[in-house]
């Protein structure tokens, strides 16, 4: 129901997010860290934006097929997860502070 050149470009667009996720490995550069999750973002761009487009198309067909479904949770987590992990990043280089750190910097 859906094009066959539109579901082509998904298909090189997957390829080349495993082929980004194959090069993640231990002990990496910031640099490269950094450019992964820029990379990593663009792909959850490009996976939203497809799974929009399919549910501006398809309206409630596209919950009838089970790859929508499928691919529907992967990137609601995927959103989630990375609004989750960006925010315990921020919490991470800009800490709040509690009453204790303030009492305890008092202290010192």
């Known amino acids: ?25 231990d002990k990496m550069s910031p640099t490269m860290q950094d450019w992964l999750d820029y990379v990593n973002l663009l792909f959850i761009s ?3 934006m497809e799974c929009f487009m399919k549910l501006l198309a ?8 089970p790859w929508n479904i499928f691919d529907f949770v992967i990137v609601v987590v995927s959103v989630i ?7 315990y990043a921020a919490r991470q280089r800009n800490p709040i502070q509690t009453d204790n750190a303030v009492l305890t910097e008092e202290l010192i």
């Open 58 to 65: 398809l309206r409630w067909y596209y919950f009838k097929e």
């Open 46 to 48: 490009v996976f939203t």
């Open 81 to 87: 997860s990375k609004t989750a992990l960006t925010e």
């Open 1 to 25: 129901m859906t094009n066959k050149r539109f579901e082509a470009g998904v298909m090189v667009v997957i390829l080349l997010n495993m082929i980004a996720m194959a090069l993640e490995y």
